[in-house]
């Protein structure tokens, strides 16, 4: 699939969220934080507005949940429409039930976890995943500072999926920019969320073109 960018929305103009897709076109997807003040300390959104977003985007929407009891409320999102749930293991009951109910709904299956969380546990779940989800911040907020603990967790994550020959895509997801990428490049990651990185930027497609040139120029 090659190196792949999605944009945060966390850190756009929450006010205005269907100009602000508009400002990405040249990004592979948008991502989307759901945050429900109890798994992370802050609240953001959810199925609600996703849907009324939907309308305002041809991009496929990536919806990262940060949010207690994924196993109730994760299926709903991929039936939405939603191209890709991503739920937490630290929140999840039955994550291998989960996965394969979001993937019955059409969407691709996606599994996150936070910097403390070891992926070990999880090598023999990585055949019913289209994606997993390193955080390199502790989830809640925008703007936060690359964590480079993070990195050896990322090199593991793609030794274990070549190991095993799946096809699972590696995504990363906190403190993502144009000096960051290129060691999670190196690591073998290839999945880019990048918030205030690209809303920040004074032509936030211009920077989507950017990281993706960075992250390119590192691939093996
Ligand atoms: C943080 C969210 C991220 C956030 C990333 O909990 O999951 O998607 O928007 O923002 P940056 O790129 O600014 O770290
Ligand atoms: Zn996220």
Not at 11 to 18: M, P, S, T
Not at 69 to 82: L, S, V
């Amino acid at each position: 699939m090659g190196i792949q960018i999605t944009p945060s929305i966390l850190n756009a103009d929450l006010a205005a969220l269907g100009a602000e897709v508009g400002r990405i076109p040249s990004a592979d997807w948008v991502h989307v934080d759901v945050m429900d003040n109890h798994f992370v300390p802050n609240l953001t959104l959810g199925l609600p507005v996703i849907e009324s977003l939907k309308a305002h985007t041809d991009l496929p929407i990536d919806a990262h949940l940060m949010i207690e009891d994924p196993d109730r409320w994760a299926p709903a999102y991929a039936e939405a429409g939603c191209g890709s749930v991503t739920f937490h293991v630290e929140a999840a009951k039955a994550p291998v039930r989960l996965a394969r109910e979001i993937r019955n709904q059409g969407a691709r299956a996606s599994m996150g976890l936070k910097p403390a969380t070891p992926i070990e546990p999880y090598e023999d779940l990585l055949g019913e995943l289209d994606m997993l989800l390193i955080m390199t911040v502790e989830p809640g907020f925008g703007g936060q500072k690359f964590l480079d603990l993070c990195l050896p967790k990322i090199r593991r994550a793609r030794a274990m999926m070549d190991r095993h020959g799946v096809q699972t895509w590696l995504q990363i997801d906190g403190g993502i920019s144009l000096d960051t990428i290129e060691r999670c490049v190196e690591a073998g990651a290839d999945v880019f969320v990048a918030g205030s990185a690209v809303y920040s930027a004074s032509d936030p497609d211009a920077m989507v073109a950017d990281l993706r040139a960075r992250a390119e120029s590192a691939t093996p």
